[in-house]
């Protein structure tokens, strides 16, 4: 069962990470919420950058889901989030589909991106792959003889 808390979801299952969603839209916020609660994962929620980077700042998310075009606030992107101490895997979501700024989100630390609309399910699936490789990418490695 899933509750909503001051910007956090929680849920009594286990957990598959922390996660940050950052989005403007509350339609958007709620269904990822929502999705992710029900996948296991713990969401905590920002609208806009200053608040995102807050959230992430107490919290030190295992990811962060960002939409790239938050309004009012142009300057914030994964990069600028790991520069001020969050260092955490990021998915970027956007309405902008062209591979420019696909490449461009990819460029300033974007690990993986999705365009909307999407499905709950990829961005759900996208997640995984990213935590997967972010934790076997800080994991130590075992060399073979």
Same mark, same amino acid.
Do not use: C, W
């Given at each position: 069962?899933?509750?909503?808390?001051?910007?956090?979801?929680?849920? @009594?299952?286990?957990?598959?990470?922390?996660?940050?969603?950052? #989005?403007? #839209? *509350?339609?958007?916020?709620?269904?990822?919420?929502?999705?992710?609660?029900?996948?296991?994962?713990?969401?905590?929620? =920002?609208?806009?950058? *200053?608040?995102?980077?807050?959230?992430?700042?107490?919290?030190? *998310? #295992?990811?962060?889901?960002?939409?790239?075009?938050? *309004?009012?606030?142009?300057?914030?992107?994964?990069?600028?989030?790991?520069?001020?101490?969050? /260092?955490?895997?990021?998915?970027?979501? @956007?309405? +902008?589909?062209?591979?420019? /700024?696909?490449? @461009?989100?990819?460029?300033?630390?974007?690990? #993986?991106?999705?365009?909307?609309?999407?499905? =709950?399910?990829?961005?759900?699936?996208?997640?995984? =792959?990213?935590? +997967?490789?972010?934790?076997?990418?800080? =994991?130590?490695?075992?060399?073979?003889?």
């Amino acid at each position: 069962m899933a509750e909503t808390v001051a910007g956090r979801a929680t849920t @009594t299952a286990r957990t598959e990470g922390a996660v940050l969603l950052v #989005d403007a #839209d *509350p339609n958007v916020a709620e269904l990822l919420t929502t999705t992710l609660v029900v996948q296991g994962f713990q969401v905590y929620t =920002a609208a806009d950058g *200053p608040a995102a980077v807050e959230r992430a700042r107490a919290v030190r *998310p #295992d990811a962060v889901i960002l939409e790239v075009t938050l *309004p009012g606030v142009e300057d914030l992107n994964l990069g600028r989030l790991r520069a001020r101490g969050v /260092d955490a895997p990021g998915l970027l979501l @956007t309405t +902008r589909a062209v591979l420019q /700024d696909r490449l @461009t989100g990819l460029t300033v630390g974007g690990d #993986d991106y999705v365009s909307k609309p999407f499905s =709950a399910d990829e961005v759900v699936a996208r997640l995984r =792959a990213i935590l +997967r490789r972010a934790r076997h990418d800080s =994991a130590p490695h075992r060399r073979t003889p």
